[in-house]
């Protein structure tokens, strides 16, 4: 059984380009969770997606968005990156909406 | 609002010896809480989870923690480390009940060094 699938695994961009990110959930999950970790910082949520509509945000701009398909893979876009948008971005899944949260390894991104 | 404090932003202990790394929140009523790790560039691996009943509880490769509601503590335990456990662990605390809603908050993190 795969768990949680992210790519790409690095990613290197500059200011004002537009990312996306990818994310598979682990077989069985229907729920995938977005986290920023910045440097040397403790995960931060970013977004969620159950039944592919976005059910809780956190501090973000607008400038993140994200989308979830039928078959429960989601990504993540952020437009006009920021030096400070650098960090590892961690895709979590869980079986429903509030279930236990199983981590990807996170994609690498670097904006210079 | 929920929060997550770890106070201890890196510890060193010598292998074999025995560990504990603290863990504070702050949420109004009982909430749920996790402690991960995570191995240099790697995602984070759940190492152990309280819902509710016992608050001892007990997880993988030897660590356990216990939840503590008159301290707002959940401090993570193992009575012998190994080399292998040197990585960065993370305390984060869920929402329970009705107000859940998945979100975790996550603490800064303890880097833990393993001398030999």
């Known amino acids: 059984d795969a768990g949680v699938t992210q790519s790409p695994t690095h990613l290197i961009k500059t200011r004002g380009q537009q990312v996306t990110l990818r994310c598979s959930p682990k077989s069985g999950h229907d729920t995938v969770s977005w986290y920023q970790q910045a440097l040397g910082q403790g995960p931060q949520f970013i977004f969620q997606y159950y039944e592919e509509e976005e059910r809780q945000r956190g501090n973000f701009p607008d400038r993140f968005s994200g989308h979830q398909f039928p078959n429960y893979s989601s990504e993540l876009n952020v437009n006009a990156l920021l030096l400070g948008d650098s960090a590892l971005y961690l895709c979590?899944?869980?079986?429903?909406?509030?279930?236990?949260?199983?981590f990807g390894p996170g994609t690498r991104l670097t904006v210079l | 609002a929920q929060s997550v404090t770890q106070p201890d932003i890196h510890i060193t202990v010598s292998e074999g010896a025995s560990l504990e790394l603290r863990c504070n929140y702050s949420?109004?009523?009982?909430?749920?809480l996790f402690w991960y790790v995570q191995s240099p560039g790697q995602g984070l691996q759940l190492l152990l989870k309280?819902?509710?009943?016992?608050?001892l509880v007990q997880g993988i490769k030897g660590f356990e923690a216990e939840f503590k509601r008159s301290q707002s503590s959940f401090n993570l335990r193992k009575p012998s480390v190994h080399w292998s456990d040197a990585a960065e662990y993370f305390c984060a605390v869920g929402a329970s009940g009705s107000s859940n809603t998945g979100k975790l908050i996550f603490g800064q993190g303890t880097t833990l060094q393993v001398k030999p």
């Open positions: 979590a899944s869980s079986p429903r909406r509030v279930g236990e949260q199983f």
């Open positions: 949420y109004g009523a009982t909430p749920y």
């Open positions: 309280y819902f509710s009943g016992d608050t």
